[in-house]
Structure formats: structure tokens, C-alpha cells
């Protein structure tokens, strides 16, 4: 074998490696998201304390499993900051940043939905969309019957496929009530084969610019209806419905702080 095809085969040789290393580093090593989530991890659990679900009240191991301790003499009544930062994603945060906004409020109070609430809210189109859905936290505005809780949409990958790719999210969604009988109407986004139909036709009962409306039963408060559809003019990513004296409003993206933020104030103007 001649000396320029040896140095040939030792490059390709070479080359080979390299590429068989890059592999190797791609499937079997750990990523740096990867290795960063282990370590915190690794100090979640090196922790002492664990954080209450229902109240956000931070807890002794000790006091965890005896069950006995005081929730509101408790001085975590919000999961503190350093503790978010102790969660493995981003989303965890964000959702505990979302509840500890109405933990520190002295707007809302801290509710549970009733069975006879819960069978309302299954009845609504907003909800039963979903393949399943449920509810980590609920409160009610102080002075008022209406409540504001954290649904948890999750929408099932039909694909016969081995690993699951379920849409989980937690989202927020205002339940408000009124006086007087809104029928049933369902309201979203329109698609962009409906904004072409619409150019030819508008049949909708409510019109609001974007928004495809759905009859289920019409109200005789039709007027009513309409002055408060005005208040969505501008608002993008959500879901709107009104069912008897009910109005369901939920957003479509995951909840943020500016989320809430953006629907408070929304939800503040239609009562007003």
C-alpha cells in the first residue's frame, strides 16, 4: 500500500471517530438543560421543607405527615421566591408566581369549587372541548360571587405512537354572574377557512371581530349580551361563554403573571 493512500485511510479513519464521538456525546450523554435539571433536583430534595399545594404553606417533613399545623399561622402563606427558583421549569414557575399574585391579593379569598360548581362547569363549552381537564387552585373576589381558578386542560395525542404527547396546561378562567339570563352562546377565535366564509356571509347571532360565535339557545338580553362583547374588541387567545346568568372567560396560552394581569383588567371593566 502506498504511503499517500495510508495517510487517506487514517484521515477517513479519523474523521470516523469524530463522527461516531459527536454521536456517542448526542444519545448518551446528558445535555446541559439536562444536567441542570438533575442539579436542581438533587437540591429540591436535599431541602428540609416541602411546599403545601393546596395553601402554598411551607412545611417540616415532621409536620407534613402528623398533619398538624395551622395553615394561617403559618408565615409561608405564598411559596417565597427562592423556593420558585428551586423548581425544575420554567412553567412550574410561572404557575406558582400566577398563584402566589392571589394568595397576596387582598382582593380574592382562597375557595373550593363545590360538586355542584364543578357539574356547571362541565356543562360549558370552554371545558368539555377537552379530552379531560381539572383545577389546581380557586378563589373568589372579595364581596362577590364570582370565582377565578387555574384549569388544567390536558388534550390526548391520538397518534398510536410508543412515548405520549399529551397538551397539558394550566391556563386561567373567571366565572362571573349576573342578574339576568344569557341563553347559551360559545365564542373563539376564528379560523382562517371562517374568515374567508365570513367575507362572503356573517351568520354568526354575536358578532365580534375575530371571534367565531356559536348558538346553543338564544337570550331574550340579546342587547345586554352585546354591550359586553364590546369590552373584547381588542383581546386576542381566549374563549368566551355565556350560559344562563353566567360568563366563562379563559385564555389559551399557559397562565403568566402578565395573563392575569391582562384578564383583570378586562374582567374589572365588564363589571364596572
Given at each position: 500500500?502506498?504511503?499517500?493512500?495510508?495517510?487517506?485511510?487514517?484521515?477517513?479513519?479519523?474523521?470516523?471517530?469524530?463522527?461516531?464521538?459527536?454521536y456517542?456525546?448526542l444519545f448518551?450523554?446528558?445535555s446541559?438543560?439536562?444536567?441542570?435539571?438533575?442539579?436542581?433536583?438533587?437540591?429540591?430534595?436535599?431541602?428540609?421543607?416541602?411546599?403545601d399545594p393546596?395553601t402554598?404553606?411551607?412545611?417540616t417533613?415532621?409536620?407534613?405527615?402528623?398533619?398538624?399545623?395551622?395553615?394561617?399561622?403559618?408565615?409561608?402563606?405564598?411559596?417565597?421566591?427562592?423556593?420558585?427558583?428551586?423548581?425544575l421549569t420554567?412553567?412550574?414557575?410561572?404557575?406558582?408566581?400566577?398563584?402566589?399574585?392571589?394568595?397576596?391579593?387582598?382582593?380574592?379569598?382562597?375557595?373550593?369549587?363545590?360538586?355542584?360548581?364543578?357539574?356547571?362547569?362541565?356543562?360549558?363549552?370552554i371545558l368539555?372541548?377537552?379530552?379531560s381537564?381539572?383545577?389546581?387552585?380557586?378563589?373568589r373576589?372579595?364581596?362577590?360571587?364570582?370565582?377565578?381558578?387555574?384549569?388544567?386542560?390536558?388534550?390526548?395525542?391520538?397518534?398510536?405512537?410508543?412515548?405520549s404527547?399529551?397538551?397539558?396546561?394550566?391556563?386561567?378562567?373567571?366565572?362571573l354572574?349576573?342578574?339576568?339570563?344569557?341563553?347559551?352562546?360559545?365564542?373563539?377565535?376564528?379560523?382562517?377557512?371562517?374568515?374567508?366564509?365570513?367575507?362572503?356571509?356573517?351568520?354568526?347571532?354575536?358578532?365580534?371581530?375575530?371571534?367565531?360565535?356559536?348558538?346553543?339557545?338564544?337570550?331574550?338580553?340579546?342587547?345586554?349580551?352585546?354591550?359586553?362583547?364590546?369590552?373584547?374588541e381588542?383581546?386576542?387567545?381566549?374563549?368566551?361563554?355565556?350560559?344562563?346568568?353566567?360568563?366563562?372567560?379563559?385564555n389559551?396560552r399557559?397562565?403568566?403573571?402578565e395573563?392575569?394581569?391582562r384578564?383583570?383588567?378586562l374582567?374589572?371593566?365588564?363589571?364596572?
Amino acid at each position: 500500500m502506498k504511503f499517500g493512500e495510508i495517510i487517506f485511510y487514517l484521515v477517513v479513519a479519523l474523521i470516523s471517530l469524530y463522527i461516531v464521538s459527536k454521536y456517542i456525546k448526542l444519545f448518551f450523554l446528558p445535555s446541559e438543560s439536562e444536567i441542570e435539571y438533575q442539579r436542581k433536583l438533587e437540591e429540591s430534595l436535599k431541602d428540609e421543607f416541602i411546599i403545601d399545594p393546596e395553601t402554598g404553606a411551607k412545611l417540616t417533613l415532621e409536620q407534613a405527615q402528623s398533619g398538624h399545623w395551622i395553615a394561617h399561622d403559618n408565615e409561608f402563606k405564598t411559596v417565597p421566591e427562592n423556593e420558585i427558583e428551586k423548581l425544575l421549569t420554567e412553567e412550574q414557575k410561572s404557575i406558582e408566581k400566577s398563584k402566589n399574585y392571589f394568595r397576596e391579593s387582598k382582593e380574592y379569598r382562597k375557595h373550593k369549587l363545590t360538586e355542584e360548581e364543578i357539574l356547571t362547569l362541565e356543562k360549558t363549552k370552554i371545558l368539555s372541548k377537552y379530552d379531560s381537564w381539572g383545577y389546581s387552585d380557586c378563589f373568589r373576589l372579595e364581596f362577590s360571587e364570582d370565582l377565578i381558578f387555574l384549569p388544567i386542560v390536558e388534550i390526548e395525542d391520538k397518534t398510536p405512537t410508543y412515548y405520549s404527547n399529551n397538551y397539558i396546561e394550566t391556563q386561567i378562567m373567571y366565572w362571573l354572574k349576573f342578574d339576568f339570563d344569557m341563553g347559551h352562546y360559545y365564542l373563539r377565535e376564528k379560523l382562517k377557512i371562517e374568515k374567508i366564509f365570513d367575507l362572503i356571509k356573517k351568520d354568526d347571532d354575536l358578532q365580534l371581530k375575530n371571534y367565531e360565535s356559536f348558538t346553543i339557545r338564544k337570550s331574550n338580553n340579546i342587547i345586554k349580551i352585546i354591550k359586553i362583547l364590546e369590552k373584547f374588541e381588542t383581546q386576542e387567545r381566549i374563549e368566551i361563554e355565556f350560559m344562563d346568568n353566567y360568563l366563562f372567560v379563559k385564555n389559551e396560552r399557559l397562565v403568566t403573571l402578565e395573563e392575569i394581569i391582562r384578564l383583570e383588567s378586562l374582567i374589572k371593566s365588564i363589571k364596572s
